[in-house]
């Protein structure tokens, strides 16, 4: 079964409202097996939404509208799902019903304007709007193709998604798809690709790779008549995968570094704190966004000066003067001041040049120290990111390289079964 | 003149990934003048891709394409584009030395697939990507009629289009469109709504509300031929709306709560310190999002736990077992500690319940606590969210309401001429 999602309104067209709508379509669509093809988002003109649906009807079985139910003249869904098939538009007594209903309920007169919403295609069902008064429809116009229309508001759409549309093509669509998200860190997106160059090539599952900011997404979707072997093929495609990815990877789906940290920190009973720089509070803020994370999250400082860097944590002077804020050394001092300081078992300090001024040659914006300490080691690593990027992201890429050099002194310093621990995150 | 955007990309024609580059595209082209009439999001697939070409140059001047740029071999837009004019795909010098020296500036040896991105259709000219790899084209090819191509990642999409494509569509367009947004904080959208009622009516300029999660934005938007008339049409309605909304009102288009907090404190030689609990650090990491905020901006600490609160910024053990760390008093002692404890002229605490648990009765979560203080003053402010809301969302809006709180603060505190402060943020 195969979907085309058309979005009519020009307020999405002319960019004034985001649509959340098709994403939230496209992915519901495939959690039932159904692929989508293509969206198409237009204005309310009538030869455009008919145009669009009668592209969509040769070359999709499914076609869902959102948008151009209401009650006003430039609403005309409706209109145009009729004059696309040829059928002309009759009141439908429930819908009329329900909106009358609707109105009595809050004690006010229905407009008459809004009579016009029991209007529907002949031969249409309605579905039912348990929160407003534009019905639906749903209507299977041939054999094997279905067309249903919902409202544009995102939380109407969405009831009677849930309501009474789901089930609907639940029980329509027979093929079993499965989705997983292997995320990795570290690795630029060229060389992951090269990695795994092959498996890319295969047309179930199919696999490629996606960049979120650091964070390289490879996405598997594995797609089989039976449940099973779709989760079969999945699962082989995983672990060949993990195989040549190896430390890269972090997570899955919805994982974070941080929720992934968070696993770590809890199985191993151990608490964090963090001083910052150039992040100016975003590790903490990132680390913070995991609920449970005050179990192991006590005390972080952000010390912008170097008067708190000196005062606060203990950064010698000496190391200032000699080799500067942003130093291998300061990032170091910072750990291990902010790690005796918090009374926490690792200590993370990080500095770095956040821009879009502040840089020189030697130290261009963009280069970022991180410092982490346990009480036997103390790491240091240097980070070059591109100069060029607008300062939050550089204070973004700066805290999920922090937050990747902690999960890997994570699994490195402390006897866990490494593997697990990151699959079961 | 007509755009038409088309979006390539299986995640988002899959729901996985939310399309922000068409609302934003559409959004910067109408501020041009350039109406679109459609938007297409397709798969990564050759035929898809040429096929929603070949359709739009038919009725559009303007074709806007993001996305399928990469290195890989699911990346296929410039031979979509190629083949649908019937030319071929040449290596650009310019694009691969771009290329070689952005993996250059990093140390790094160019992957193989990289070289793939410097082919572009013949005819096109490269459109440069100051902060990635993948370049875009930009081509006019036919009288009047113009396709670019930008790469799907939002952020670098977007400084291709400040850097370079804007100039270059702004000398195509002949209408003068002038936009202006009026962000407002603190009242409800309907209340907004109330007072702006007889403005929204109005056909030209065209004034609307947005909510974008607490900030209220009022968008104005002015039309004429000619350019004098269209300012004037704007700058009148624009002084109607901030006469009706007074203190609400914060700043325009790209201010943010910090940046407007940023010029107060410069302009009256002040630092802050931030000391925060439910927050956990994303106060000052928006602070610290400002560029120069090291001016003002010095220590600033995450107490999580009780005895942070007590050690580091003197919170009284007394105020915690009688009132508990959510409360009135804690704020204000959290404000006055971290005051002390930085030497800065202004203090803020901020203390609540983020959720998911952790609410009672008596404290729900989204109950916030916010003090703020300077050596002559101490209030503290109490908010109660929407229970309801995600983690990370109470987080942000909790952050807003002090910042907000902080802005007001240094307005009534500060006897600097307030009206041309604000507006000139």
């Given at each position: 079964m195969i979907a085309e999602i058309i979005c009519v309104g020009d307020e999405l067209v002319l960019g004034?409202?985001?649509?959340?709508n098709a994403q939230f379509l496209a992915k519901e669509l495939l959690s039932l097996g159904i692929n989508s093809q293509k969206h198409t988002i237009v204005k309310d003109k009538i030869n455009d939404i008919k145009y669009a649906i009668n592209k969509a009807s040769k070359t999709s079985n499914i076609i869902i509208l959102t948008g151009g139910?209401?009650?006003?003249?430039?609403?005309i869904t409706m209109q145009a799902v009729a004059s696309a098939f040829d059928v002309d538009l009759t009141i439908n007594n429930d819908a009329l019903n329900n909106i009358e209903k609707f109105f009595q309920a809050r004690n006010i007169q229905m407009p008459i304007s809004n009579k016009k919403q029991a209007l529907i295609p002949q031969g249409a069902t309605i579905l039912k709007n348990p929160v407003g008064t534009a019905p639906g429809i749903i209507w299977k116009?041939?054999?094997?193709k279905f067309i249903l229309a919902f409202p544009g508001v995102p939380y109407e759409m969405t009831e009677m998604w849930i309501q009474s549309a789901k089930d609907y093509l639940k029980n329509i669509s027979s093929k079993n798809i499965k989705i997983k998200n292997l995320k990795h860190f570290g690795i630029p997106e060229a060389k992951i690709g090269e990695k795994i160059k092959d498996l890319m090539e295969e047309d179930n599952p199919q696999v490629a790779p996606y960049v979120d900011n650091g964070t390289i997404r490879i996405r598997i979707n594995a797609q089989d008549e039976s449940k099973e072997k779709a989760e079969s093929l999945l699962k082989n495609t995983e672990k060949e995968i993990l195989k040549r990815t190896g430390r890269y990877f972090y997570g899955y789906d919805n994982d974070t570094l941080e929720s992934v940290i968070s696993v770590l920190l809890k199985k191993n009973n151990l608490t964090v704190s963090i001083a910052e720089s150039c992040t100016g509070g975003l590790i903490s803020s990132k680390l913070t966004d995991v609920s449970g994370s005050s179990k192991y999250i006590k005390l972080n400082l952000v010390t912008y000066s170097n008067e708190a860097k000196i005062n606060m944590i203990n950064v010698s002077e000496q190391t200032l003067i000699a080799?500067?804020?942003?130093?291998q050394d300061t990032a170091k001092e910072m750990a291990k001041g902010i790690q005796k300081l918090s009374g926490c078992d690792i200590g993370l300090g990080i500095t770095g040049i956040a821009g879009?001024?502040?840089?020189?040659?030697?130290?261009?914006?963009g280069l970022v120290y991180i410092g982490i300490c346990d009480n036997k080691k103390l790491n240091v690593h240097k980070v070059q990111l591109n100069s060029k990027l607008p300062r939050f992201k550089i204070k973004t890429l700066a805290c999920d390289y922090a937050l990747n050099y902690l999960r890997i002194f994570l699994l490195n310093e402390f006897s866990i079964n490494k593997k697990t621990s990151i699959i079961e995150a």
């Amino acid at each position: 079964m195969i979907a085309e999602i058309i979005c009519v309104g020009d307020e999405l067209v002319l960019g004034e409202v985001l649509n959340t709508n098709a994403q939230f379509l496209a992915k519901e669509l495939l959690s039932l097996g159904i692929n989508s093809q293509k969206h198409t988002i237009v204005k309310d003109k009538i030869n455009d939404i008919k145009y669009a649906i009668n592209k969509a009807s040769k070359t999709s079985n499914i076609i869902i509208l959102t948008g151009g139910l209401g009650p006003t003249d430039d609403d005309i869904t409706m209109q145009a799902v009729a004059s696309a098939f040829d059928v002309d538009l009759t009141i439908n007594n429930d819908a009329l019903n329900n909106i009358e209903k609707f109105f009595q309920a809050r004690n006010i007169q229905m407009p008459i304007s809004n009579k016009k919403q029991a209007l529907i295609p002949q031969g249409a069902t309605i579905l039912k709007n348990p929160v407003g008064t534009a019905p639906g429809i749903i209507w299977k116009f041939k054999q094997n193709k279905f067309i249903l229309a919902f409202p544009g508001v995102p939380y109407e759409m969405t009831e009677m998604w849930i309501q009474s549309a789901k089930d609907y093509l639940k029980n329509i669509s027979s093929k079993n798809i499965k989705i997983k998200n292997l995320k990795h860190f570290g690795i630029p997106e060229a060389k992951i690709g090269e990695k795994i160059k092959d498996l890319m090539e295969e047309d179930n599952p199919q696999v490629a790779p996606y960049v979120d900011n650091g964070t390289i997404r490879i996405r598997i979707n594995a797609q089989d008549e039976s449940k099973e072997k779709a989760e079969s093929l999945l699962k082989n495609t995983e672990k060949e995968i993990l195989k040549r990815t190896g430390r890269y990877f972090y997570g899955y789906d919805n994982d974070t570094l941080e929720s992934v940290i968070s696993v770590l920190l809890k199985k191993n009973n151990l608490t964090v704190s963090i001083a910052e720089s150039c992040t100016g509070g975003l590790i903490s803020s990132k680390l913070t966004d995991v609920s449970g994370s005050s179990k192991y999250i006590k005390l972080n400082l952000v010390t912008y000066s170097n008067e708190a860097k000196i005062n606060m944590i203990n950064v010698s002077e000496q190391t200032l003067i000699a080799h500067g804020a942003v130093s291998q050394d300061t990032a170091k001092e910072m750990a291990k001041g902010i790690q005796k300081l918090s009374g926490c078992d690792i200590g993370l300090g990080i500095t770095g040049i956040a821009g879009p001024t502040g840089g020189t040659p030697e130290k261009p914006v963009g280069l970022v120290y991180i410092g982490i300490c346990d009480n036997k080691k103390l790491n240091v690593h240097k980070v070059q990111l591109n100069s060029k990027l607008p300062r939050f992201k550089i204070k973004t890429l700066a805290c999920d390289y922090a937050l990747n050099y902690l999960r890997i002194f994570l699994l490195n310093e402390f006897s866990i079964n490494k593997k697990t621990s990151i699959i079961e995150a």
